[in-house]
């Protein structure tokens, strides 16, 4: 089966700073991969997803997260963050022959900062 | 289009009683999911329907919890009786299936004290 795990429970930054929120999984097949946003007493919005191709996955937001195969990980990455980025992120991933049944990780809490 | 819309929004009901949650996907998306977040954790993923047939209830709590989608359209999970852990966020997702990517409804708070 797979799993997800999220480095960091919490990430404190200040706003226009650079962030990167860790992700890894475990499977011994091939998987897809995804984040997740949530923002206070919302449903989740996908932010980006990998499924195959360039390994570099651009998203809403201005969020990227690149694909490391050896290192089975999905960090995801922004620049430049904004107080309005404050928000649980997610990630997921699921089987690549299991359609949409994702597993998902304990979640980042991204706190910016004035 | 019209998001997947769930209700109650909030439910605060006493341990060992009974409570049903609503999801209507959006139009035309034939998958749906019931997902439960308890609190600090990620969304665990209780039951997918295809159309109004089950493809995986294997985290289901069968012995409390059911779903049902009768129609392939609209769907309910029902807690009975429920426990204190039961205490969560469900989330009602849909998508049109395949890779295609899951929406969202904002959930349902349930808090069981």
């Known amino acids: 089966a797979q799993s997800v795990t999220q480095l960091d429970s919490q990430v404190p930054v200040f706003e226009e700073a650079p962030v990167e929120l860790r992700c890894n999984y475990s499977?011994?097949?091939?998987?897809?991969l995804f984040w997740y946003v949530q923002y206070p007493n919302q449903g989740l919005q996908l932010l980006l997803k990998?499924?195959?191709?360039?390994?570099l996955v651009k998203g809403i937001n201005g969020f990227e997260a690149e694909f490391n195969k050896s290192q089975t990980s999905f960090h995801l990455r922004k620049p430049s963050v904004h107080i309005s980025d404050t928000a649980e992120y997610f990630c997921?991933?699921?089987?690549?022959?299991?359609?949409?049944?994702?597993?998902f990780g304990g979640g980042t809490r991204l706190m910016v900062k004035p | 289009e019209a998001g997947v819309a769930q209700s109650p929004r909030y439910k605060i009901i006493e341990k060992r009683q009974s409570v049903a949650f609503w999801c209507n996907p959006i139009?035309?998306?034939?998958?749906l999911y019931w997902y439960q977040q308890i609190l600090g954790q990620g969304p665990k993923l209780l039951i997918q329907?295809?159309?109004?047939?089950?493809?995986?209830d294997s985290q289901l709590p069968k012995d409390r919890f059911s779903a049902e989608r009768l129609k392939g359209v609209d769907s309910t999970l029902k807690i009975q009786p429920a426990k204190l852990e039961d205490s969560a966020v469900y989330l009602c997702?849909?998508?049109?299936?395949?890779?295609?990517?899951?929406?969202f409804g904002n959930g349902t708070r349930l808090t069981v004290t």
């Open positions: 997702a849909s998508s049109l299936g395949g890779n295609s990517p899951l929406h």
């Open positions: 499977s011994s097949v091939s998987v897809y």
């Open positions: 990998y499924l195959s191709g360039s390994t």
């Open positions: 997921a991933v699921t089987l690549n022959n299991a359609g949409n049944m994702l597993t």
């Open positions: 139009s035309g998306h034939a998958t």
């Open positions: 329907f295809q159309n109004n047939g089950v493809v995986d």
